[in-house]
């Protein structure tokens, strides 16, 4: 069992920047893929980044590339998403989730990969 919470969210204004942290609890999360998810009113919950258990290897959404970057410090069991270059359409609810499953693009952007989820961090940018 693996329990996550997410903080660092906030308002900030149109290209700015908020650096994410989301802490996991009760194992390590090193063995798991970590993800990064978004979901905005109206709009399914979509996959911003992820990174393999061992990390070096990421993924990162076509929208996010070259703004967001994932990260993970082991001895800290954290996870990070250092989001710069911010966008009024990166307005969402963010959600720090873990996988047990195989590195592949398919695996680790499907929501349904990951079996433990934190509570979400809102994050809102002004235009």
């Known amino acids: 069992q693996v329990q996550l919470v997410e903080s660092g969210g906030g308002l900030v204004q149109a290209g700015g920047s908020l650096r994410l942290s989301c802490a996991a609890s009760?194992?390590?999360?090193?063995?798991?893929?970590m993800g990064w998810f978004r979901k905005a009113p109206g709009k399914e919950r979509e996959v911003v980044a992820a990174i393999r258990p061992g990390g070096g290897s990421t993924e990162s959404a076509d929208s996010v590339k070259g703004r967001f970057t994932i990260s993970r410090d082991h001895a800290k069991n954290t996870v990070y998403l250092r989001m710069n270059s911010l966008l009024p359409e990166d307005t969402a609810v963010y959600y720090c989730a873990a996988a047990f499953t195989d590195w592949t693009a398919a695996q680790v952007s499907r929501p349904r990969s990951y079996a433990y989820w934190g509570q979400g961090t809102q994050v809102t940018v002004s235009s």
């Open positions: 009760g194992r390590t999360c090193s063995s798991y893929v």
